[in-house]
């Protein structure tokens, strides 16, 4: 995504146990509140992987970000299994959910303190009401065991979406014009990351 709008990043995993960071915020979290914390986790897993600050020696912006879709007021992730895939589609089919999508913007500044940036964006999905044989041909390609909600916006599952409301880009894993914001609130202007084409 980044890519495709004119960034060149370098992409680290986080590592963050995502049930670990959810299971440590307090019982009445919202959901909001939730992926929040889990994409300032990543971002602040990434951001410890760096050299010694001493050795920092250009402003580095860090990325976090992760997403869930809440449907009956629970919050779902990444099923991982073809069950829970396919219990997970047989519930939303032909009905509306909503994406939530954490970001968290890190810059690191030479010589100066961290400073962050935070939002959620939702946007509503509205799933097709599929019929079983489709959902377990799309659950057999392996694609919804492991991304939120059980479907992609920009692959198979793109097929099995009758709309959104709301950012696309989020859908898919970051919310570009989200992300804009929280990089301006960090004093950081969107072309100063632009990789410029000849």
């Known amino acids: ?27 009445d979290a919202r959901p ?9 986790a990543k971002a602040r897993a990434v951001r410890e992987t760096f050299p010694d600050d001493a050795e920092i ?14 449907v009956d007021g629970r919050l779902t992730g990444k099923p991982h299994t073809a069950d829970v895939a396919r219990a997970h589609w047989m519930s939303v089919r032909g009905r509306t ?9 890190i810059r690191v500044t030479p010589g100066s303190p961290d400073v962050a940036a935070h939002a959620v964006s939702s946007t509503v999905v509205r799933f097709a009401d599929v019929d079983e044989a489709t959902i377990d041909a799309y659950i057999s390609s392996g694609e919804p065991l492991e991304v939120a909600g059980a479907f992609t916006l920009d692959g198979l599952g793109g097929w099995l979406i009758e709309g959104i409301d709301g950012d696309p880009s989020a859908v898919i894993g970051i919310g570009l014009p989200l992300v804009r914001r929280l990089l301006a609130e960090l004093g950081v202007h969107l072309s100063e990351l632009w990789v410029h084409r000849v």
């Open 97 to 105: 959910a909503h994406l939530l999508t954490g970001h968290c913007v």
């Open 1 to 27: 995504m980044l890519r495709a709008a004119g960034i060149a990043p370098l992409v680290r995993v986080s590592d963050v146990d995502e049930d670990a960071v959810a299971a440590a915020l307090h019982v």
């Open 57 to 70: 020696t250009d402003d580095v912006v860090v990325i976090g970000c992760d997403s869930m879709l809440l």
């Open 32 to 40: 909001d509140e939730v992926v929040s914390a889990l994409a300032s």
